[in-house]
């Protein structure tokens, strides 16, 4: 199944230590090519002859070898590899990922690679759970490394909970499922709005809402995933994509993102899916001062801005599929089907804001999907990029239909 592959295996100091020997074992039964970095508490917890004789190949701790000063390349290594996995991935470690500190040579090739790279987390609970672990893990995230989620259950500390490393035979099933993915997008250029937009009322008060960007990112990521070429133009949001095989475009205002998106499109797009919640009004003037306080009320004049769904909608070239998204709190159906209708829509995202866990800043969604042909779907909750899988495999499906 993994024959011929290339796969850094990265071990760092964790009493799961011992569940790489069985890993890195079974990847190289799989057909994998294996080298392994260690660092240095790493060894405190297996040998590194162990893993040089089941990976059959030196296991790498320093920079340079101290006997004969040959030279271990983190940048060589980074580019021999198809995947980078370190299993077990200690707090320290990831945090160290996210950082950028590489004072070893298991994070210095990860700064060096270009491959996709997945950690398997294994500490205490308390640990896992923590702030700083989390933030590490959201950074990584973001920038698309692949978390393997520990498992619940009896920890080596004696409690019990979620971060102990999940089995190798579970982490070697997401390597295989990774590298038999098929890139049904390859050739294909796709355009994602995200975020909110901010308009200016003087140099420091704006309008904005709450739109954090992560349904955007999901989507963006699951495209990037089956193989397409994607752009994302992108408000002020709190969560970006930030990984390599994704260009981003920075716009704050609701007219830089219709400028943005426009030029895009007609730079060539085949799919446009239009996730931001664009505000539908700006103020008539920005004041180039900041407002003072007064005793009367203030009024301020909004104008509306323009729709970049219903200019591509009118734009649109034969055979390229645009994708829509309805945020309600009533009549979500009836709102939902005539946007479909009045921005030439060929699929609408519908998420109410009635449904616990759905719509702005959470990690979870439940959506609706409506057709131009009068066929809608709808979906349970689940996590947001789950809902990504689910909105890209319906817009394949079009694209399918459409030929
Ligand atoms: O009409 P409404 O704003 O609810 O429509 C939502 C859909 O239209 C979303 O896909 C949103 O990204 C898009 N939209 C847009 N430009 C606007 C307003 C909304 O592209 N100015």
Redesign the pocket.
């Known amino acids: 199944m993994l024959k011929g592959k290339h796969i850094i295996v990265g071990v760092t100091g964790s009493i799961a230590a011992y569940k790489s020997a069985m890993l890195v074992r079974s990847l190289v039964k799989q057909g994998a090519e294996v080298k392994v970095i260690m660092t240095d508490t790493a060894k405190k917890f297996i040998t590194p002859l162990t893993l040089a004789t089941l990976s059959k190949n030196p296991v790498l701790v320093e920079f340079f070898d101290p006997e004969n000063g040959q030279w271990n390349s983190h940048v060589s290594l980074g580019l021999w590899a198809d995947l980078y996995l370190i299993a077990p991935a200690t707090a320290a470690s990831l945090s160290k990922m996210a950082y950028g500190v590489a004072d070893n040579l298991l994070v210095t090739t990860y700064l060096s690679s270009r491959c996709p790279v997945f950690v398997a987390p294994a500490m205490d609970l308390d640990m896992f759970a923590h702030p700083s672990t989390q933030k590490s893990l959201e950074i990584l995230r973001q920038r698309g490394v692949t978390i393997v989620e520990p498992a619940a259950g009896e920890l080596a500390s004696g409690l019990d909970g979620k971060g102990r490393m999940e089995e190798p035979e579970k982490i070697v099933e997401q390597v295989v499922k990774f590298f038999g993915r098929k890139a049904t997008l390859a050739g294909k250029r796709v355009l994602i709005?995200s975020g909110p937009t901010r308009e200016p009322i003087d140099p420091v008060r704006y309008l904005t809402n709450d739109s954090s960007g992560k349904m955007a990112t999901a989507i963006a990521r699951q495209m990037a995933f089956r193989g397409a070429q994607v752009t994302v133009v992108s408000g002020p949001a709190a969560v970006k994509p930030e990984q390599k095989d994704i260009e981003v475009i920075d716009v704050i205002t609701?007219e830089q993102m219709y400028q943005s998106t426009i030029e895009q499109y007609n730079k060539g797009a085949d799919i446009v899916v239009?996730?931001?919640a664009?505000a539908?009004y700006t103020p008539a003037k920005k004041s180039s001062v900041k407002m003072k306080k007064r005793e009367d009320n203030l009024t301020i004049e909004l104008l509306p801005?323009?729709?970049?769904?219903a200019e591509i909608g009118k734009i649109k070239r034969q055979g390229d599929i645009l994708v829509?998204?309805?945020l309600e709190t009533d009549n979500e159906t009836s709102n939902a089907q005539s946007?479909l209708e009045r921005?030439n829509l060929d699929m609408i995202v519908l998420n109410s804001l009635r449904d616990p866990g759905a719509g702005f800043a959470g990690d979870t969604n439940k959506i609706n999907i409506f057709f131009r042909n009068g066929d809608s779907e709808s979906f349970p909750l689940k996590s947001k990029s789950a809902v990504a899988e689910d909105i890209v495999d319906n817009i394949e499906k079009l694209m399918s239909n459409a030929q």
């Open positions: 709005t609701a239009l996730c931001a664009v539908d801005t323009k729709d970049i769904a829509g998204f309805a946007k921005k």
